[in-house]
C-alpha cells in the first residue's frame, strides 16, 4: 500500500531575528533552553550564511507559524553545533541534524498535516483532550460539527455532497491510502470520500447492500483472517466497540433485548472473558466512537438525555482499566451511528 504525498522543498535562508512568541504549554521548555548568546550567534553571518538547506515542508501548510518558530528553534541548535566544529565530518553532522530536527517540525515531512497526530513539543500534548477535535458527520451533512476533547468547544463544520440528506446515516468510515471514505449507510451501495469539506461519490459500488448493523476496517494486505470471538453474556446490540492497543475490546451503550431497555453498561473482552467494568453516564444508543490516545470519544445517534440532546462522552482508559465517563457535550439531531475523525480545530468552520 502506497500514498502520494506531494512535497516541494523549502529554501531555509539563516537570517537574524528569532520569532519570539512561543506557544504556553510544554513549549516553555524552549524558552528556558535559550540564551542572550543565541543572538549573537544569529549575528554572526561568516561562511554561515553560504549553507541553504532544502527543508521539506508538506504542501498545504496548516500550522506555517509552528512550523516557522520551531525551524528557528533548529537552526538555532544548528549554528550552536557549527560554532563547535573543527572539521567537515562534524559540520556534515550539524547539517543532518538540522534537517532531523526540521523534518520532525509540524508540517514536516514527519508531520504533513501539522500539528494534528504530531508529538512534537511544539504543538502540546497530541493526547491533551484540549489539543484533540473530532468532526461528527450528521445525517443532514450541513448540521455536521466539531467539538474538543474537553467539551468546551463545539463549532458548526457543514460538509457539502451531491446529496445533502442521509449520506452518512448508518454509515461506517475507514482510512484507505491516507484518505478518509465513508462508506453503506442509508445509501447502502455508495462509497465516497472527504475532499476538503466535501463529500465526493466514487464511481464504485459496494457489491451487497451494507444499510445497517455492519461495520468497515482497513487493514494491511488484506491477508489476514478472521478470528472468532466468545459470546456476550447478555443480548445487547446497537452498542459502541472499541479496540485498544492491547487486543482487548470495549463496548458501550446500547439495547438489552432481553430486557427491552436502554443500557448504560461498559464492558470489555480481554483474554476471552468479557467483564462489567463501569457505566456509562448517559444512555447512548446507535453511536459511534473513537480512540484517541487514552480516551474514548462516543457520540450517540437515538436516545436523547432529559436535556434533550443526544450526548458525547468521554471515556478515559490507562491500562485497560476503566478511568472514568463524562459528559463532554451532545448534538440536538437524530444521527444514527454518525462516522467521526479526527481533524483540526478549523476545519471546514
Not at 512534537?120 to 461528527?136: A, K, S
Not at 475532499?195 to 451487497?208: F, G, I, V
Request: hydrophobic share 35%; aromatic share 12%.
Amino acid at each position: 500500500m502506497f500514498l502520494i504525498w506531494f512535497i516541494f522543498f523549502y529554501k531555509a535562508v539563516l537570517s537574524a531575528d528569532l520569532r519570539a512568541r512561543i506557544r504556553k504549554g510544554s513549549k516553555e521548555r524552549y524558552k528556558e533552553s535559550l540564551n542572550p548568546e543565541d543572538e549573537i550567534i544569529n549575528n554572526q553571518r561568516r561562511d554561515f550564511s553560504v549553507f541553504n538547506f532544502s527543508v521539506p515542508l508538506a504542501e498545504t501548510c496548516v500550522d506555517e507559524n509552528l512550523f516557522n518558530e520551531c525551524y528557528s528553534l533548529c537552526r538555532i541548535e544548528f549554528l550552536k553545533c557549527r560554532e563547535n566544529c573543527e572539521n567537515a565530518l562534524c559540520e556534515t553532522s550539524c547539517e543532518r541534524n538540522f534537517e532531523d530536527c526540521t523534518s520532525s517540525c509540524p508540517c514536516g515531512t514527519n508531520c504533513p498535516n501539522g500539528c494534528l497526530g504530531c508529538a512534537h513539543p511544539i504543538c502540546g500534548d497530541p493526547n491533551d483532550p484540549e489539543n484533540i477535535y473530532i468532526l461528527v458527520f450528521a445525517m443532514t451533512l450541513s448540521e455536521s460539527y466539531i467539538f474538543s476533547g474537553d467539551g468546551l468547544s463545539q463549532k458548526s463544520a457543514p460538509i457539502d455532497s451531491e446529496y445533502s440528506n442521509g449520506y452518512a446515516d448508518n454509515a461506517k468510515s475507514a482510512f484507505i491510502q491516507g484518505q478518509f471514505y465513508i462508506i453503506g449507510g442509508e445509501r447502502p451501495f455508495m462509497i465516497s470520500r472527504l475532499d476538503n469539506c466535501s463529500l465526493s461519490l466514487m464511481p464504485a459500488r459496494l457489491t451487497n447492500d451494507f444499510a445497517f448493523g455492519f461495520s468497515a476496517i482497513n487493514i494491511d494486505d488484506g491477508q489476514r483472517g478472521w478470528t472468532s470471538l466468545v459470546n456476550h453474556p447478555k443480548i445487547y446490540h446497537s452498542h459502541t466497540l472499541t479496540g485498544l492497543e492491547s487486543g482487548a475490546m470495549i463496548m458501550a451503550g446500547g439495547y438489552d433485548e432481553a430486557e427491552r431497555d436502554f443500557i448504560k453498561d461498559i464492558w470489555i473482552l480481554n483474554d476471552e472473558v468479557w467483564e462489567l467494568i463501569g457505566y456509562l453516564k448517559e444512555y447512548i444508543n446507535v453511536g459511534s466512537s473513537l480512540k484517541i490516545g487514552d480516551y474514548i470519544f462516543i457520540v450517540s445517534g437515538y436516545e436523547r438525555n432529559s436535556e434533550g440532546l443526544f450526548p458525547v462522552e468521554r471515556i478515559k482508559m490507562m491500562n485497560d482499566d476503566l478511568i472514568d465517563s463524562v459528559v463532554i457535550g451532545g448534538h440536538d439531531f437524530e444521527s444514527l451511528g454518525p462516522p467521526l475523525l479526527q481533524t483540526r480545530a478549523d476545519y471546514c468552520v
